[in-house]
């Protein structure tokens, strides 16, 4: 494949609006940084960045943050001219919350006059704190803001719209109309207890998706589904280890016209089966244990004809105990009797059967006729970025205070639990630490108190949470 120059996006702002987090999201792991410009490297960052289907090479210029803030503008004329003449794109990011400051006006008078596409990005507009910033900017004469959240990866579908139109006439032609396979980068990774390595989570690398569930849910019918349209861009390979099997695919949205990478991994249905071990009912556990490994999320596939089972409740328990994130589908709903009531049937018999599939996703589809699956592929790609939020300290304590206040610990023997701070040291699953004194004589019952209430009020939903309770001297 020949190495074409790709393109490139200047993250240009003052300092502390968010333009070095926005730079770490859209380069995620592959900060092998191109240093193609030695001595300028001080002043900025060149990273190869990846959004959706797009690649691009990334430009921080978070350098300028050592200046003295009032002597911006000056300087960022000389530092920056020569970078925005050779970039395609410049991403100019303000603090949603702060709102336009004069600073912002400056920076916006400058670009104006450059001849640069700009695209205006609204910084730290998570909820809705960031509206009436986003109000604001329109005075800058750049366009219509997109409002993210760089720290919380949300809002990057929105960049990728107001950025693909840019970057696709930026791009050279290719010599032919060679479609070419998404880069597919290195599988799940897992340290020696299989967990999954914490590395910065990138929104849009490939979703490593395993689907599991009983002989004869539909599973292998669901794969061909998948990959029998258009979608599959390379065969069947050997993947990760020697006997698991994967298969990159990229999903069109048809909703909102997006490609997104897909990668199935080892699922049942792509291997050949065994003509022994077929019928065992116990395999599909062992299967579906094999598959979890490896993935992201994880879809258990229920057979509507047949409602829910032991067997099923066995499976989605062991996704959660593995710490994967579950969604539940109800396959073959096209010949599904009442529906309504299997649906709710079924609602009702998981939560029974399992308290921690309170607020599962649960979807009804048919592999065979294609009913559901967008929306199930949808709801894939939002509990994998639950399952990859980071909820900042600060917020996470304001939240604990709350949940603390509505419902203290109690005070065995006339003597208060302590519970003084928590963090989140971990993602993919979202793993907690709460410090405290006296924990030996917390109740579980309390700590399960803690971890449904974050489950509830952070909106993890029904992805695994852990909490690790830890002694402060
Ligand atoms: P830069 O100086 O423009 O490179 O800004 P940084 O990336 O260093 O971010 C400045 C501060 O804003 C840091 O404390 C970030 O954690 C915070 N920040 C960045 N993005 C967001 C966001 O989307 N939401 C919120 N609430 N804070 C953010
Ligand atoms: P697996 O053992 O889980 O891989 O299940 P298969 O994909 O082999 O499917 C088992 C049977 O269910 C086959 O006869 C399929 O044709 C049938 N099947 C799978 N999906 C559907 C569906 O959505 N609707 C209907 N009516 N039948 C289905």
Redo the contacts with the bound molecule.
Sequence with gaps: MKKQKSPQVIIIGRPNVGKSTLFNRLVGKRLALVDDQPGVTRDRRFGAAHLIDMEFTAVDTAGWEDDDPSSLPGRMRAQTEVSLKGADVALFVFDARAGITPLEEEIARWLRGENVPVVLVGNKAEGKTGDAGLLESYALGLGEPVPLSAEHGEGMVELFEALQPLLEKAEPEEADGEIQPPEVDVPVELDENGEVVDGKHNAFAPLHLAIV??????????VNRFLGEDRLLTGPEAGITRDSISVDWVWDDAKTGMKRPIRLVDT??MRKKSRVTEKLERMSVVDAQRSIDYAEVVVL?LDATRGLEAQDLKIANLVLEEGRALIIAI?????AEEPSSLFNGIRGALEEGLAQLRGVPLIA?????GKGLDALLNAAFEVREAWSRRIPTSALNRWFDDALAANPPPAPGGKRIKLRYITQNKTRPPTFVVFGTRLDALPKSYERYLMNSIRRDLDFGAVPVRLNMRSAK
């Design positions: 569930g009983r002989p004869n849910a539909g599973k292998s019918t669901l049942a249905g596939l396959n073959k709903w096209d010949v589809v048919s592999a065979v006729t």
